[in-house]
Nanobody, 115 residues
């Protein structure tokens, strides 16, 4: 399984970015897709997840600002990030869990919000 992230970069505070992640596919079905983020010296933290049925879950810090969505036919998950602030600066990792509960991670993409 491979997860390929795209869309990271530099944005001003109050601006928007859209991350995308393409999943290479699995014979066991994709149960969950999501995004986590990590800053230096800190643990990786949940940003948002979406299940195969479309149920979403968000970190409190991004509720109302970020939206996760997926294109099931293409195995792509998106993260639309609006009204961004400096605390959103991090490396963002794409995440998946398949039908046998195997977890996979992308390599990460840097998101920097300038104030």
């Amino acid at each position: 399984v491979q997860l390929a992230e795209s869309g990271g970069g530099l944005v001003q505070a109050g601006g928007s970015l859209r991350l995308s992640c393409a999943h290479s596919g699995t014979l066991f079905g994709i149960a969950v897709l999501g995004w986590y983020r990590q800053t230096p010296g800190n643990q990786r933290e949940l940003v948002a997840t979406i299940t195969n049925r479309g149920t979403t879950n968000y970190a409190d810090s991004v509720k109302g600002r970020f939206t996760i969505s997926k294109d099931s036919a293409k195995n792509i998950v998106h993260l639309q990030m609006n009204n961004m602030n400096a605390e959103d600066t991090a490396v963002y990792f794409c995440y998946s869990r398949d039908g046998l509960s195997a977890e996979h991670w992308g390599r990460g993409t840097q998101v920097t919000v300038s104030s």
